[in-house]
């Protein structure tokens, strides 16, 4: 998807990422992260969710909907490959559980790069022959991720007053880039929802609910720990998926409904954060 996107637009996607791990690195301490993986229950619920359901989800919706061949091979790869990392923009806002759905996030984005591959040749014609962007994958974890996550974790244990401060102004940065790109690259993502129709916006918004409401209902008893799920689950990997698609068939017709699901997911997740902190903010004035 960079290939799409002007430099402008890779700067702000890029400060994005990079301040928003950071602020999470000066909030995490090396105990907090180890006890995301202490989870075993919810993260096997969450490769559940991700790596079995979705699939068949998507392969249930595109039998059933009658749905443009182009809508339908988006909808298949969006279904096996989890991890999409602007999920970030929202789990990072449910702040007892932050590093909980950052290390989630982690998880399905680079199990994704190895397990989907594997999925989608289950389901996909037998004559496609993928082609995987390993390199590329694994070099945007290491250098927009984790780098900044270790960063602020570094300076969280140097400088923890200083740590603590900052925290917050280069999480409102990452808010800020993140809004700026959502707004410079709207025009033709725009163009690409409107290409695919509204037969096919309708197939991918019922792929993006329904999935968030496998990853609410696999949450477990916390309201927290559902909501992580629930946006990490339906916000897929785009990126990836169309890496797959320029590295295997570039200019392949698939590209556009996949254009038209980044735009998409953003903004039903947007208002279910909104709705939640809401309903978290009350609480807590009630419990006062």
């Known amino acids: ?20 791990m950071m602020s999470i690195g000066m909030q995490t301490r090396p105990a907090d992260l180890a006890s ?14 991700n790596f079995v359901v979705l699939p068949v989800l998507g392969v249930a919706i595109v039998l059933i909907l009658p749905i443009q061949p182009p809508v339908a091979g988006a909808i298949l790869l969006l279904a096996c490959t989890p991890g999409g990392w602007s999920a970030i923009q929202f789990t990072g806002q449910v702040g ?56 602020g974790m570094i300076l969280l244990a140097r400088v923890p007053v200083v740590a603590h401060k900052l925290a917050k102004p280069v999480l409102l940065v990452g808010v800020i880039s993140f ?25 991918i918004l019922l792929l993006i609910f329904l999935s968030m409401a496998i990853g609410w209902l696999m949450g477990g008893p916390s309201h927290e720990k559902r909501q992580v799920l629930a946006t990490s689950t339906s916000m897929r990997n785009a990126g990836l998926c169309f890496g797959i698609v320029t590295a295997t068939q570039p200019g ?36 006062g």
């Open 179 to 203: 809004v700026a790109w959502m707004v410079t690259s709207g025009s033709w993502r725009k163009e690409a929802a409107a290409q695919i129709g509204g037969g096919g916006v309708a197939a």
């Open 252 to 287: 392949h017709p698939v590209e556009v409904p996949l254009i038209a699901f980044s735009m998409l997911m953003v903004f039903p997740n947007m208002l279910f954060t909104i709705y939640h902190s809401v309903r978290a903010k009350r609480r807590a004035a009630r419990a």
């Open 36 to 49: 995301v993986f202490s989870e075993r229950s919810y993260l096997a619920r969450a490769l559940l969710a």
């Open 96 to 151: 007892s559980v932050v590093t909980l759905g950052s290390g989630v996030l982690f998880l399905l984005s680079f199990l994704a790069v190895f397990v989907s591959p594997w999925i989608l040749k289950l389901l996909l014609p037998g004559d496609v022959q993928l082609v995987i962007p390993f390199g590329q994958a694994l070099r945007f974890l290491l250098v927009l991720l984790v780098l900044p996550l270790m960063l």
């Open 1 to 20: 998807m960079l290939d799409l996107l002007s430099a402008n637009e890779i700067f702000l996607l890029a400060v994005f990422f990079v301040t928003s």
